[in-house]
């Protein structure tokens, strides 16, 4: 079993920048893949980055390419998701999740969610 707590939502202006972070604990392995996902009001959850453990293989949405980034930690338990030149369309939950192997796009994919956190940008 993992645990995935998400960290570092908040309110910030338009243009701005958050970097939100994911610990997992619990039975953690080196195959374990870890990616964001976020969910705005009236719409379905999407996709928006992913990374494997090893951190040489990442996905980006094509919403955020250029614009975020995402990272790991050498040891694999935390990831980072640096977001920059935030847009009120950014406003959202977002949820880190995990899955055994490569990263992947699909939220049904991923076995493990935190409880998300909310990020909001203001106009």
């Known amino acids: 079993q993992v645990q995935l707590v998400e960290s570092g939502g908040g309110l910030v202006q338009t243009g701005g920048s958050l970097r939100l972070s994911c610990a997992a604990s619990?039975?953690?392995?080196?195959?374990?893949?870890m990616g964001w996902f976020r969910q705005a009001p009236g719409k379905e959850r999407e996709f928006v980055s992913a990374?494997?453990?090893?951190?040489?293989?990442?996905v980006f949405a094509d919403s955020v390419k250029g614009r975020f980034a995402i990272s790991r930690e050498n040891a694999g338990d935390t990831v980072y998701l640096q977001m920059n030149s935030l847009k009120p369309e950014d406003t959202a939950v977002y949820y880190c999740?995990?899955?055994?192997?490569?990263?992947?796009?699909?939220?049904?994919?991923?076995?493990?969610w935190g409880q998300g956190t909310q990020v909001t940008v203001s106009s």
């Open positions: 619990g039975r953690t392995f080196n195959s374990l893949a």
């Open positions: 999740a995990a899955r055994v192997g490569q990263p992947a796009t699909g939220a049904a994919s991923y076995d493990y």
């Open positions: 990374i494997s453990w090893g951190g040489g293989s990442t």
